[in-house]
């Protein structure tokens, strides 16, 4: 059984920090594209970061330089660290593995930041 299941997720302020951890089971992290995504209240869900297999990574404009995904393929888990937060960052995040014609998502995470 495909399980990926997120946590590190919390209230912030703005301009604090979060890491956020997927950890897969069944799967292969190393094998899998790992992204995560988010949605915010009455939004669609968007793409937020991307890594490969191979460790190859993808950004959104609106997280560059803030947020750093990395992963641990001996862990099986993937990370999000998420620093200088914004408001506009209040989502549900969310744990996305895609390998072929094979993806799986996670339960999500609330990341809320305000004052």
């Known amino acids: 059984q495909v399980q990926v299941v997120e946590s590190g997720g919390g209230w912030v302020q703005p301009g604090g920090s979060l890491r956020l951890s997927c950890a897969a089971s069944?799967?292969?992290?190393?094998?899998?594209?790992m992204a995560w995504y988010r949605q915010a209240p009455g939004r669609q869900r968007e793409f937020v970061a991307r890594i490969t297999g191979a460790g190859g990574i993808l950004y959104a404009d609106s997280v560059e330089d803030r947020f750093t995904i990395s992963k641990n393929n001996a862990m099986n888990t993937v990370y999000l660290q998420m620093n200088n937060l914004k408001a506009d960052d209040t989502a549900i995040y969310y744990c996305?593995?895609?390998?072929?014609?094979?993806?799986?998502w996670g339960q999500g995470t609330q990341v809320t930041v305000s004052s």
């Open positions: 996305h593995a895609d390998w072929g014609n094979f993806e799986y």
């Open positions: 069944g799967i292969a992290v190393r094998l899998y594209a």
